[in-house]
């Protein structure tokens, strides 16, 4: 394969990576399609049973839902830890408060409870209930933290794949169109419709990965080309 040939299917497979990571950015924002959303489910389910509760008494039957637009619309604001963080306390109730405990795991149920119904009072916490507090909600953040950082780990995992996805339809579509097109552009270049077929199967695997560096691929392909016709 001749180096500019190579350097040609270089580009066009970052061109079509970058085109096709592009196409996935423009459907996230979609609720019906959940592009946004992937890795969402990470959140319920690491937090526990207990602080999703707590979350429905703060924000409502719906809260779910709310974190989940939260998480399509704003993942690197902040704002998704922050709202689970104010509704985990908020709905710290002395109903809750045992479910609590076991879902973060270091802290007492009865002195949670206690905290619980001292909160809602307006009582003064004694130095083991604020203690159990600072516990509470240091192991919370923690659980919080992770449960997001899982979520957007599998996020852009997804975004990946759906991308490459996209890029592989796109390069077959393509490839379909050169092999067996009107101007039979395979059989006037001694090139077979599969040989065409595969290859652009391959520029559409490849696309996604290589997209952020097809650039620095050229440019060493091209460094060597050059050392070599020095020589």
Do not use: C
Not at 79 to 87: P, V
Not at 131 to 145: M, V
């Amino acid at each position: 394969m001749e180096g500019t040939h190579l350097v040609d299917i270089i580009l066009a497979a970052g061109a079509l990576g970058t085109a096709s990571f592009g196409i996935v950015e423009g459907l996230k924002g979609g609720e019906w399609l959940k592009v946004g959303s992937i890795g969402f489910s990470k959140i319920p389910t690491e937090l526990g049973a207990g602080v999703m509760n707590a979350l429905k008494v703060a924000y409502g039957n719906n809260a779910t839902h709310y974190l989940e637009s939260l998480f399509r619309n704003s993942k690197d604001s902040g704002e998704l830890s922050k709202t689970i963080r104010q509704g985990a306390r908020i709905g710290l109730t002395k109903e809750l408060a045992s479910d609590l405990a076991e879902s973060v795991g270091v802290i007492d149920k009865d002195l949670l409870t206690n905290v619980a119904i001292k909160l809602r009072s307006g009582d003064e916490l004694d130095k083991d209930e604020r203690s159990a507090l600072g516990r509470y909600e240091l192991a919370l953040d923690s659980r919080i933290d992770a449960a997001i950082a899982n979520a957007n780990t599998k996020y852009i995992s997804g975004v990946r794949k759906a991308a490459s996805i996209i890029s592989i339809l796109i390069s077959v579509v393509v490839g379909l169109t050169i092999a067996f097109g009107k101007e039979n552009f395979a059989l006037t270049n001694d090139v077979t419709p599969f040989a065409i077929i595969v290859q652009s199967i391959v520029i559409g695997i490849v696309a996604v990965p290589i997209a952020p560096i097809a650039k620095d691929i050229v440019s060493a392909i091209q460094s060597v080309s050059k050392s070599f016709k020095s020589k």
